[in-house]
């Protein structure tokens, strides 16, 4: 029960995060202060928290924290690369389908990650 509740929290979040680097894309390529990046960059932050905050709930419900696969930290690499997208994109806001296509691997690559668990 506690699982899926994580699990259901960790995808929510994951969703929350993705939008907010959609409302980035957007308030930054409006340009200025505008609400919609200033939205985007609050629910930015707050979801990529609870991001990492659901995961190392399931990390401890799961009992990996005493061997932490290799998998999770690839995970953990690509959590970081998409907090650090958000300032990437305030830098160069008209690159937008570098964001969009850079977004859509590293969550498609931590998405992959989670299903098919892989060794190496
Ligand atoms: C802080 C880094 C992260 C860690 C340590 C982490 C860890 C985990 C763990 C332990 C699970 C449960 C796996 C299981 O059910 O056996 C999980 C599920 C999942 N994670 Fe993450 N996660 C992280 C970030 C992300 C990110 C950034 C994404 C996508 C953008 C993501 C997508 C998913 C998905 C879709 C599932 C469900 C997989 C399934 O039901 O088979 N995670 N994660």
């Known amino acids: 029960m506690e699982y899926l509740t994580y699990k259901t929290l960790h995808i929510i979040s994951i969703a929350a995060l993705v ?3 959609g409302f ?3 308030g930054c390529w409006i340009g200025g202060k505008n609400a919609l990046r200033k939205w985007g960059f609050i629910t930015h932050g707050i ?3 609870l991001v990492f905050v659901t995961a190392f709930k399931l990390v401890g419900v799961l009992g990996m924290h005493e061997n932490f696969p290799n ?5 953990t690499a690509c959590w970081i690369l998409l907090g650090l997208v958000a300032f990437a994109i305030k830098k160069k806001p008209k690159f937008v389908a570098i964001h969009y296509g ?3 691997i590293l969550s498609s690559v931590a998405i992959g990650l989670a299903v098919l668990k892989p060794s190496f």
């Open 19 to 21: 939008v907010s680097l």
């Open 24 to 26: 980035i894309i957007g």
């Open 102 to 104: 850079v977004i859509l």
């Open 47 to 49: 979801s990529w928290i």
């Open 71 to 75: 998998w999770a930290q690839a995970k």
